[in-house]
């Protein structure tokens, strides 16, 4: 069956410059999570929708990062105003109560 | 979310097995032993998890000793392709409950 999808794979922005990135969950599977993954370290997470519904968005960094998942499905990651520290790979999860099955991550460069 | 121990690195010869150990000394009664993986450039992949009694799936094996403090991930006959970063996660086992990666352990499987 299909599982996580992200788009785009690869991302190069300039500083200052709006990014969104997408993620399609596995279908029915109700929870939905953001991590970053700075280069060298562990996943670190950002936010976490149930449903429509985002239920924690402790670990955004700033005010420039948003999520958001509208129809309780495809969800979007937006960061505006990008800046160097922003880069590393945005994964996305999704799952139903156990385990969570990630998407392959968009490696965003911002320069 | 109780913390993880792991190793930093191993090596296993291909074709034997690899066993990777996780110490766990705080864990809470309704916390599950998760492991994950996680490939150069792909995003994490779950294997396996458990609460108290040893489990087996297509992957691995996951003993879990009688105190609950430690675990061991066995993969069985290790293969070039199981070279990777295999990381330990306790947590409980409900909505919305983020993933709390540690540094892991570099697995590198060697011909």
């Known amino acids: 069956g299909a599982g996580v999808s992200q788009s785009p794979r690869y991302k190069v922005a300039k500083r200052g410059q709006d990014v969104a990135l997408r993620c399609d969950p596995i279908?029915?599977?109700?929870?939905l999570f953001w991590y970053q993954q700075a280069l060298g370290q562990g996943p670190e997470f950002l936010t976490y929708f149930q449903n429509e519904a985002q239920l924690d968005k402790s670990g955004l960094p700033s005010d420039r990062f948003f999520a958001e998942r509208p129809e309780g499905s495809v969800s979007t990651l937006k960061i505006q105003r990008t800046q160097q520290e922003d880069s590393a790979v945005y994964l996305c999860?999704?799952?139903?109560?156990?385990?969570?099955?990630f998407g392959p991550g968009t490696r965003l460069l911002v320069l | 979310d109780a913390k993880t121990t792991q190793p930093p690195s191993m090596d296993c010869a291909e074709g034997r097995a690899a066993n990777l150990p996780c110490n766990h000394s705080t864990i809470s009664g309704n916390e599950y032993v998760y492991w994950y993986r996680q490939i150069h450039s792909q995003g994490p992949q779950y294997i396996i998890h458990g609460l108290k009694n040893n489990e087996t799936n297509e992957m691995a094996s996951l003993i879990i000793t009688e105190d609950r403090k430690s675990s061991t991930l066995i993969l069985p006959h290790a293969t070039l392709r199981d070279t990777a970063v295999y990381y330990c996660i306790v947590r409980v086992r409900e909505y919305g409950n983020k993933l709390v990666f540690g540094a892991g352990t570099i697995l590198r499987v060697k011909s």
């Open positions: 279908s029915g599977h109700v929870s």
């Open positions: 999860a999704s799952s139903l109560i156990g385990a969570q099955y």
